[in-house]
């Protein structure tokens, strides 16, 4: 009996350990797929902490959707599948919810762009000349200097998507 009990407590856990393991598609460059992917899409600066676990969020840039109703961003309780926020960081959110707050889970592409190393380091050459090996020095020693990742390059495309969608 006592074997069953301990076989279904560590089946438990394992599982709720790694319900939200869903980081592998997140790791790749953006994609004009990730854009249809989500309704809303912005950049959001975190305020003041209204209550505890509840921030005001200041919209800075709207990429799609209408995010002007989104008024606060939640630190939910369990923090299993979300990730939390803090008083000034600014983060580019990804969602599907269009009401007044906002959750970031870990399933999407939503992260602080000041902070996150999103990206893994450029790939190695493929072509084995010294101009190949030049450039990937250079972009990886770009990688190393940062830990925004590929944010900007991200931004980048998001505000052409924006601008051909008109």
């Known amino acids: 009996m006592m074997k069953y ?75 299993y599948c979300f990730r939390k926020v803090q008083t000034g960081e600014k983060w580019i959110i990804y969602t599907n919810l269009g009401n007044t707050e906002v959750y970031i889970d870990e399933c999407t592409r939503s992260r602080d762009i000041e902070k996150t190393k999103y990206w893994v380091p450029p790939p190695p050459p493929i072509q084995n000349t010294k101009q190949a090996k030049k450039k990937y020095k250079i972009e990886y020693l770009k990688y190393l200097k940062t830990d925004k990742g590929d944010i900007d390059n991200e931004i980048i495309q998001l505000r052409e998507i924006k601008a051909n969608n008109r």
């Open 5 to 79: 009990l301990l076989a279904i407590i560590f089946g438990l856990s394992f599982a709720s350990g790694h319900c939200c393991d869903c980081h592998s598609k997140l790791w790749r460059p953006f994609t004009k797929e990730n854009y249809l992917e989500f309704d809303i899409i912005f950049i959001g600066e975190v305020g003041d902490e209204i209550k505890q676990g509840q921030f005001e969020l200041k919209i800075i840039e709207v990429f799609k959707g209408e995010a002007k109703s989104i008024k606060t961003i939640i630190n939910p309780k369990d923090n």
